[in-house]
């Protein structure tokens, strides 16, 4: 990227993690990158394209973040725990990884521009390596295949969306339940 993109960019991705989508305008982009709003159009073409790239580099990096992070040897019960945990510390107060589920336009052309989207994805992506581990080692219990075990890990993200209407004073623990349980189902 040239000087002048590379500011575009970095100040885009400032005030998206900032603000969020809705309350960043391209007008407060290019003044944080000290150029004029009509040098922002010769590099992207809308607000939603530069988001979607830059969501695009935020997944890689956090995914980057929780596979430098954890050993995929550990203990399959205290591994996932440690995976969920990074996932949700670092994606939660993410506003840029947070449009994902909060923003179904955005998911919408996010998903259209990323025909992986949700094969790259940090939750997706983290649990497919392992549980490709835990297939070639063979301690996945028959008839378990990795969308089902997938799916399970999935309904932990939704869960955490909506703890707030979880009536319990120890969450964590009703967590670490749950994945415990999960494990049980899916592995021998």
Partial sequence: MDDKKDRIFDAAHVLFL???????????????????????Y????????????IYNKENEDIKAQILAKIDLDEDPVKLIRE???QIFKLSSNNRIL??????????????????????????????????????DEDIVKP???????????????????HQSEIQTDNYQQLLDDLIEGIL?????
């Fill in 18 to 40: 900032e603000r969020g989508f809705k309350d960043t305008s391209v007008a407060d982009i290019a003044a944080i990158a000290g150029v004029a709003v009509g040098s922002f």
């Fill in 42 to 53: 010769l590099y992207f073409n809308t607000k939603e394209d530069i988001f979607v790239q």
């Fill in 83 to 85: 995976i969920i945990e």
């Fill in 98 to 135: 947070q449009e994902w589920f909060s923003n179904p336009k955005l998911n919408s052309l996010i998903a259209k521009q990323n025909t992986n989207a949700v094969e790259d994805s940090l939750i997706y992506s983290t649990l497919m390596k392992l549980i490709d581990k835990w297939v």
């Fill in 143 to 161: 008839g378990m295949s990795k969308e089902r075990i997938v799916s399970l890990f999935d309904a932990l993200t939704i869960l955490d969306f």
């Fill in 184 to 188: 049980k189902v899916v592995l021998k």
